[in-house]
């Protein structure tokens, strides 16, 4: 059975940090490409950051560019995101996404608040 688990979110202040995680059960996860999306309230979803199987590619999105860090284990079959500097508009519920010719499996996320 396929699973991704979302934990680390919660409430922090306006540039603080927040690392979350994402385990993986169920799949060769050294196979898939990770992604972390998220969904701010009234917002459509949207990517985040990105790495490759082997981690030798990770892409960011321009507003995260510099204060976010994606990295994965493949050998604990986990994909982190190490979130600095955070901003009142990085809230939002974060998923985490694996992704493998054709096929993609998305976990529940978890929730990110960043107070003013």
């Known amino acids: 059975q396929v699973q991704l688990v979302e934990s680390g979110g919660g409430l922090v202040q306006s540039g603080g940090s927040l690392r979350l995680s994402c385990a993986a059960s169920?799949?060769?996860?050294?196979?898939?490409?990770m992604t972390w999306y998220r969904q701010a309230p009234g917002k459509e979803r949207e990517l985040v950051a990105s790495?490759?199987?082997?981690?030798?590619?990770?892409n960011y999105a321009a507003v995260v560019k510099g204060r976010f860090t994606i990295s994965r284990d493949n050998g604990k079959n986990m994909v982190t995101l190490q979130m600095n500097s955070l901003k009142p508009e990085d809230t939002a519920v974060y998923y985490c996404?694996?992704?493998?010719?054709?096929?993609?499996?998305w976990g529940k996320g978890t929730l990110v608040t960043v107070s003013s």
């Open positions: 169920g799949f060769i996860f050294s196979s898939y490409a």
């Open positions: 996404k694996a992704s493998y010719a054709g096929m993609e499996y």
């Open positions: 790495i490759s199987p082997y981690s030798t590619v990770t």
